[in-house]
C-alpha cells in the first residue's frame, strides 16, 4: 500500500495570507514606515501571492512508496501549443498580470526587463516544482505552455500598469508615501 500526503488549500492559504498581512504590519512598524496605503499594498501583494501558491499547488496530493506506481511521465508537457489548452493558457496569462503591480509597489522593480525575467523565473520554479511533485505520484505536472502564458502574462501586466500609472490618483496609490506617525499604546 502506497504512503501518501494531502494538503488541502484553505488550511494552508488562510493562515499564510493572514500572517504575510501580521508580517507586514511588524515590519512596516520596526522601520517607521507605518502608512495605511503601504500596507494595504503589501497585504495585497501577499494575498496575491497566497493566489499564486494555490492557483499552482494546491491541493496537494503525493503518494510514495511500494503500491504508488511508476510517475506518470507522459504528463510532462514539453512540445508548446501543441497540447495547449486555450482557456488554461488565458487562465495562465491572467495569473501573472498582477505581478508587475506587486512587484513595483513591493519592491520598486519598474523596469520592463526586470517583471519579465521575474514572470519568466517565478514560472520556472512553479513548473520545476510541478515536476518534482509529479515524480512523487502528484497531481499537478509541469507544461511549457503554462511557462510562455506566465512570461507573457508578467509582459502584458507591465504594459497595463505602465498605462495605469498615467492616471494620477493610481500613480500617487502606487508611490510610496511619507509614513504615518506610528501610534504607541
Known amino acids: 500500500m502506497p504512503t501518501g500526503l ?23 512598524r520596526r522601520r517607521g514606515e507605518w502608512a495605511r496605503g503601504r500596507f494595504v499594498a503589501l497585504s495585497l501583494a501577499g494575498w496575491y501571492a497566497v493566489a499564486v501558491l494555490g492557483a499552482t499547488m494546491l491541493p496537494m496530493r503525493l503518494s510514495w512508496g511500494a503500491g504508488a506506481g511508476e510517475p506518470e511521465l507522459f504528463r510532462i508537457l514539453l512540445i508548446p501549443f501543441v497540447t495547449m489548452q486555450p482557456s488554461d493558457f488565458v487562465l495562465n496569462v491572467g495569473m501573472t498580470l498582477p505581478l ?26 512553479i513548473e520545476t516544482t510541478q515536476l518534482m511533485m509529479l515524480l512523487l505520484h502528484g497531481s499537478r505536472w509541469p507544461d511549457t505552455n503554462d511557462l510562455i502564458a506566465n512570461t507573457l502574462g508578467a509582459w502584458l501586466g507591465w504594459l497595463a500598469f505602465q498605462r495605469l500609472l ?6 500617487r496609490a502606487a508611490e ?10
Open 100 to 125: 508587475a503591480a506587486a512587484l513595483h509597489v513591493v519592491f520598486g522593480v519598474r523596469d520592463r526587463k526586470r517583471v519579465v525575467l521575474t514572470g519568466f523565473l517565478l514560472s520556472l520554479v
Open 6 to 28: 494531502e494538503v488541502p488549500a484553505l488550511p494552508v492559504m488562510i493562515p499564510l495570507g493572514v500572517g504575510l498581512m501580521i508580517a507586514a504590519a511588524v515590519v512596516l
Open 176 to 185: 510610496p508615501r511619507q509614513a504615518e506617525p506610528a501610534v504607541r499604546s
Open 166 to 171: 498615467t492616471i494620477p490618483a493610481v500613480r
